[in-house]
């Protein structure tokens, strides 16, 4: 009765609807009026400005990446193409570093990248950004979580130190603010500087903090190798210690030595999740990471950021020791591809070459090419690191509590993104890899429970009410795909190409997608998570 009544803004019609439940799918139209899904059933007798005719394609809600990486490039290039063009609304962001708090040590930190993208920061706290982002009209909704390392770089800067009472009450404070202003959670990412100085009672304490307001702790866990236990145990005593719900980022196992073993850490986290500990991991359908190539020198290097680094690298003693320790933790160099570079000419010279035939190239042992090439782009350089097995990769893909991430910032075949030279084809393909290489060629699992996995899994984490369902009143954020077609198409060797199969993409209400092209739409928004 209410939908005969109601004149919709857009109907898509006669789609197969998979809801985000996991339950089977169903036959049914789906009505939006404004920024809202207003009625889901037969509308074939209602009244639209625009109807679409599906011809049998999924209606899913739109997509949740739990790891985007987008704050800053969302300001840059808010078109997002590459999320949009995976059916991605939603994005997470903030791995132990995030947009706020800001102050004038970090910014010169990041000045490299900062000056190549002409960006200036011109905000001190969340509200601050949030208000940039919303001037900068970004295509997808942002939520963001305030980095644990970040608060310690403003309190305590760069250096390998531990916080006073005063200090960590002052980083608190931080973090409370964060999330007066809309931060979902904390999070921490140990493996990388300032992140990796912080012992477990400050991130507990930040932790708890965070949870004060209903916020979650996320991590990239202190080992994701040989410590993985440890670090593991070291994330449950924060949740655990600090009352907070625990989000695992980029759930895997790295090293060939290690591969298969991927089993025994889901069955420990069964084990606390039937404890009472509420953890919940994603995942990227990838067997290669992604991550900065200085993150292979070891933490003392980074101690003071990255002109205190480059002061280290031309002192011979110093970085004799570092090549040492180097060595003895490299592993294989032709698992270390390089992906992108601020500095041209490293970019154009190395982009697309695996470590082994750089050091060729240069006629050095492959430790000291590595920390020739950080030293020419001052730490600027990525890489994918070949570190896990596709049977691991299965294995953390199957666990019902994990979700899908990206782990990847927005960008676009063209634009300033794509200037960098290359990317990890989960930027452009990760979504559409779950939906066709796993779901429809491998059958990992069906259809719905992939949905499930993009959709209502990690929007509950979230806490979204408004979002993740294809239900009467929650917000038209929608993707529309064919399951026959849906396919992606970046590969290691040309990661800049948009997936096929994905035809129309709402966010808000409006169309960002129609007919697999990108209309001038961009209605992302903040999300916030008030307590």
Known sequence: ?????????????????????GAPWFRADVGVRGDTIRAVGDLSRAKAKKRIDLHDQVVAPGFVDMLGQSELNALIDPR??????????TELTGEGISPAPMNAAWIRENRDWLRKYKLKVDWSDLSGYFRRLRKARPSINEAVLVGAAQVRGVVLGLGDVQPTDK????????????????????????IYQPGEFAKTPELIALARSAARYRGFYASHIRSEGAKIGEALEEAFTIAREAKAPLEIWHFKITGRQRWGH??????????????GLEVTANAYPYVASANGLDASLPAWAHDGGVDALMKRIADPALRKKMAEEIEADLGHPEDILVLSAVNKEVRQKYAGKRLDQIAKEMNEEPSQALIDLVAMDRANVGV???????????VALLAPWVSICTDYGGMGIDGPFAAEGSAHPRAFGTTARILG??????????????????????????????R??????????????????????????????????????LVNGKLVLLAGKRTGARPGRPLLHLP
């Open 1 to 21: 009765m209410i939908a005969a009544l109601l004149i919709f803004d857009l109907i898509l019609s006669g789609g197969r609807i998979v809801d985000g439940t």
């Open 80 to 89: 997002e193409e590459s999320k949009v063009r995976q059916g991605i609304t």
């Open 167 to 190: 200090q960590l009450r002052k980083m608190q404070k931080l973090v409370e603010s964060a999330m007066k202003q809309g931060a979902f959670g904390v999070s921490s990412a140990l």
């Open 262 to 275: 991927l089993r025994e850490i889901v069955a420990r986290i069964d084990a606390a999740r039937a404890g």
């Open 384 to 394: 994918a690191r070949f570190g896990m097995s596709e049977e691991d990769v299965k």
């Open 437 to 466: 290489h796993y779901v429809r060629d491998e059958k990992l699992f069906s259809l719905e429970e992939a949905v499930r996995k993009m959709t209502s899994l990690p929007a509950r984490r979230l806490g979204l009410q408004d």
């Open 468 to 505: 993740g369902l294809v239900r009467t009143g929650m917000k038209a954020d929608l993707v529309v795909f064919d399951p026959a077609a849906v396919r992606d198409t970046a590969t290691f060797e040309k990661p800049l190409a948009y997936p096929e199969g994905i035809a129309h993409v």
